[in-house]
């Protein structure tokens, strides 16, 4: 696909990220769309963050979100681009009801990003804050 990899990427969460969505494709045998997604800057073909679900979840069809993008290209909208293509093909697919996140209490721009595209704040601990987007919202 002739990709180059961005500047600090894979930043660390993308390390550790990365064995447990080896382990669980190879558990699944092909991807199903619910695992994770490069981030690619159009402009230069560079692996810039990635974005993606942790699973699917068939009792409650439920997906939780989670993205990242490497320090140099935060603030540009590539978060937020990403993140509306994935939600709209999830909800599309017909077996999402609900799509979740989490941040930490203090990532200003991840609570931005979360407002701006719906969620909905539904608990708070120590550390996270966790949110909620339904279908249709």
Same mark, same amino acid.
């Given at each position: ?14 390390? /550790?990220?990365?064995?447990? #969505?080896? &382990?669980?494709? =190879? @558990? *699944?045998?092909?991807?199903? %769309? $619910? /695992?994770?997604?490069?981030? #690619?800057? &159009?402009?230069? =073909? @560079? *692996?810039?963050?990635?974005? %993606? $679900? ?53 990532n200003v721009s991840s609570i931005h990003l979360l407002q701006k595209l719906n969620f909905k704040k539904v608990k708070r601990d120590d550390i996270f ?9």
């Amino acid at each position: 696909m002739d990709l180059r990899k961005g500047r600090g990427w894979p930043d660390d969460d993308v390390l /550790e990220t990365l064995p447990k #969505i080896i &382990n669980n494709l =190879s @558990e *699944i045998g092909a991807p199903t %769309g $619910f /695992e994770s997604w490069m981030i #690619i800057k &159009n402009e230069t =073909s @560079e *692996i810039i963050g990635d974005i %993606g $679900f942790k699973g699917f979840n068939q009792k409650e069809q439920l997906i939780d979100i989670g993205y990242g993008i490497i320090l140099g290209e935060r603030r540009q909208g590539y978060a937020e681009e990403a993140a509306k293509a994935l939600i709209g093909w999830a909800f599309k697919q017909g077996i999402v009801k609900e799509i979740t996140a989490k941040c930490l209490t203090d990532n200003v721009s991840s609570i931005h990003l979360l407002q701006k595209l719906n969620f909905k704040k539904v608990k708070r601990d120590d550390i996270f804050l966790y949110w909620s987007l339904p279908y249709g919202n």
